[in-house]
């Protein structure tokens, strides 16, 4: 990096400390405002674990206002980084490979998938969104600093709650990989949001990857299911004990994705790409595995229980939803080749609910965002709403339907009108910070949704040990 373009980027840094009563963003179109900011806290700690200064996040719009108070430092400039993950333990440098002070928070929050250093503006598919600007230190050995940036928020695909923020001992020269040669990790701050509580339910397995849930209210228990290797776990809801229900790799289940519990306490499991819909026992017994037409490319990807016992299941590649029948009989329900609904490139209809008077299916599309309405007499197709692109799963509450939006790291709140045929979005809802979130169930008051981290799957290190997440519905 040539030396005007070093003084441009500190003149910049200089910028950012004197905007603290600058406003952010305008809200986005069509969204309807939050009842308070979303905010977030981290206290920063040196290697010792001593409290040391604070940062704080407000979220202004699409980008964040942040605001670095920080004591002990020497004199000059120090690079500063949002990390990927939310601890500030030892751990590895990837820049040294040897374990360092927080070397836990592991390399460089990249939301772009740049895999590269750049300075603190570069848009995130050509640096890693953890670049902020360097943070001064005057010769007392003091830091104040509030800056605004877009390359993070505290909801979304560039969320950074439960990550950690790291201050280095050198300047960064914005340039080098993978962290600028700013030396060693000499300060360390989770970022947790303010006022807000979450219940986990971690579950023990290093690659779980858990895609499906499901609630039995009758137990107590809830299901979860493996998308890399079909291992299904059930989890004491009040105690949060998990035990292993059915091992992965069973009869017609290499992976496990939707899941539901039925009248009768049974579990339905289907069977992503084997083209298998498995029915197990209330005591994990293989009691059906019930398979679609043999196909290039099948996808079962979610079921739902009619009021009738019919179950209804979806296939993201192929355009129809098949129905088992209460005798066990699966067939071609719905062709959807010439309804509205228009299948195309990646993943298509996701999950699926019926509504509680049996008149109607809900379907989300995840490539489209597009909600559908299907009348169960006539099969009908009706467009609900757009703009839920990335919907996952989805949880009917009477006329609230809840969406998870994996890859948006949200769960959406949609207002729905009594017929179910037109809906609002109301509200988003990042929790402690979500790491693809994919369905939902509800127990009383309260929703769970598995923090998959199928973004992973094929690749990348993920957070361990995955998790349940528990809140009370908003």
Known sequence: MNRLKMLGLLALAGAFGNSASAGGMEPVPGMAPASTPLAATAAIRDAAGEVRGTATFQQMGLGVQVTVEVSGLTPGGHGMHVHEYGRCTPGVDPATNTVVPFGGAGGHFDPGMSHNHDDPVAPDKYGHGGDLPMLMVGADGMARMTFTTNKISLTGMNGVLNRALVIHAMPDDYKTDPAGKSGMRERCGIITRNNFSVRNYPLP??????????????????????????????????????????????????????????????????????????????????????????????????????????????DSRRPVIFRVDRNMNLTAWLDLTGTPIKYGLGVNLNGIAATPDGRFLLAIQLNTGDLWRIDLRTKAVRKVMGGLKNGDGILLDGHTLYVGRNKDQVVSKVSLSADYGSGTLVSEEPLMGLRYPTTLAMIGGDLVVPQSQLDKLMGGTPETPFKLTRFRKF
Do not use: H
């Open 205 to 314: 397995g290093p690659t779980d990857f858990p895609e499906g849930i499901a609630y039995d209210a009758k137990k107590g228990m809830i299901y979860t299911g493996s998308a890399a290797n079909g291992t299904i776990y059930a989890i004491n809801a009040a105690s949060g004990t998990v035990s292993k229900f059915s091992e992965g790799g069973a009869y017609g289940r290499r992976i496990a994705l939707g899941l539901k519990v039925d009248a009768q306490g049974r579990l339905w499991v289907a069977g992503g790409a084997q083209g298998t819909v498995s029915v197990l026992s209330p005591d994990g017994m293989i009691l059906n595995v019930l398979e679609t037409p043999m196909s290039p490319a099948p996808y079962l990807n979610d079921l739902t229980v009619a009021p009738d016992g019919n179950v209804y299941v979806t």
